[in-house]
């Protein structure tokens, strides 16, 4: 399987975890509020402090975003590029957000596809302080309960990143169990997955939520992303037993390269490996 070097030392847990409650609910964001306010506020009125989003359309204007490039200095496996800011409004195509704080403050990790102004189709990782709602629309949450996705010095890849840990449940109203978690680089995207359900006695599971990135990728319709460096958000998620009884992810994705590339589909299993992380939450349905 691919497989990048990372600067630092493999962490011995390659899947962080933890089991919490959580509930889905949709929402309109309105217009006018930076996107991160606008979500805090939403999932503080469910009575949730974070979780995860996906959203299928959107307008935003403001809007500053990254790409994924190469790393200049050799501090970290790959990098991002310098900020964009198109002129006009920016229309989402699709979208994952995670929510949860850093720093002790409200920040979120949001990748995306969209269309600009000018009529270029993009996609990349979204600045929480430079975007801003400029219609409503609504979108699909998942509040978690019991647990807090927080961003914090990774020494592997030597960046900031989201992981969930354990919180003081806020007693929103929750409807089934949940597992917000981080997979590490290096490991395969649907295989950990199963092995994380099988591992936990989960045999059948939603994924909410899902940003992160890929080593390429290696699609079922036969397209292939050389680049290694993506940005990636999960489209649609379910993790079921197939046809030969055994645990299977089916994981619908979309993502942007270094190159500029887009590509969306269905993940081949076992093909897919983590480039620096992948957030999502694990609904547990049985």
């Known amino acids: 399987m691919r497989s990048i070097k990372q600067p630092g030392a493999a962490h011995a847990e390659r899947i962080q975890w933890v089991e919490a409650r959580g509930r889905a609910f949709s929402f309109t964001l309105p217009a006018g509020l930076p996107l991160?306010?606008?979500?805090?506020?939403?999932?503080?009125?469910?009575?949730?402090?974070?979780?995860?989003?996906?959203?299928?359309?959107?307008?935003?204007?403001?809007?500053?975003?990254?790409?994924?490039?190469?790393?200049?200095?050799?501090?970290?496996?790959?990098?991002?590029?310098?900020?964009?800011?198109?002129?006009?409004?920016?229309?989402l195509r699709l979208g994952s957000m995670t929510l949860g704080t850093r720093d002790g403050a409200p920040f979120f990790h949001c990748h995306g596809l969209w269309t600009e102004a000018d009529g270029k189709a993009s996609g990349g990782h979204m600045l929480p302080d430079e975007t801003v709602v400029a219609e409503p629309f609504e979108v699909e949450a998942f509040g978690i309960d019991g647990a807090m996705f927080t961003a914090e010095p990774d020494p592997e890849t030597n960046f900031k990143l989201f992981g969930p840990v354990a919180a003081e449940r806020t007693g929103a109203r929750t409807t089934s169990r949940a597992y917000p978690?981080?997979?590490?680089?290096?490991?395969?995207?649907?295989?950990?997955?199963?092995?994380?359900?099988?591992?936990?006695?989960?045999?059948?599971?939603?994924?909410?939520?899902?940003?992160?990135s890929t080593i390429g990728a290696r699609f079922t319709h036969g397209g292939v992303t050389e680049p290694f460096a993506t940005?990636?958000?999960?489209?649609?998620?379910?993790?079921?037993?197939?046809?030969?009884?055994?645990?299977e992810a089916a994981l619908d994705v979309a993502l942007v390269d270094y190159t500029g590339g887009l590509a969306e589909g269905r993940l081949v299993r076992g093909?897919?490996?983590?480039?620096?992380?992948?957030?999502?939450?694990l609904e547990a349905l049985d």
Request: net charge positive; proline share 4%.
């Open 181 to 212: 978690l981080r997979l590490r680089p290096n490991q395969d995207f649907a295989g950990s997955l199963e092995e994380f359900c099988r591992a936990h006695g989960v045999t059948r599971a939603k994924i909410h939520g899902g940003v992160g």
């Open 36 to 91: 991160l306010e606008a979500a805090r506020r939403a999932f503080a009125a469910e009575g949730f402090a974070g979780g995860v989003l996906n959203f299928r359309h959107g307008v935003l204007g403001p809007f500053g975003y990254v790409m994924p490039a190469l790393s200049k200095t050799g501090e970290n496996a790959a990098f991002y590029s310098d900020t964009f800011r198109p002129r006009g409004v920016t229309r």
């Open 231 to 247: 940005e990636l958000a999960v489209t649609a998620g379910l993790i079921a037993l197939g046809h030969s009884g055994a645990l």
């Open 271 to 281: 093909d897919n490996p983590v480039l620096m992380t992948m957030e999502l939450v």
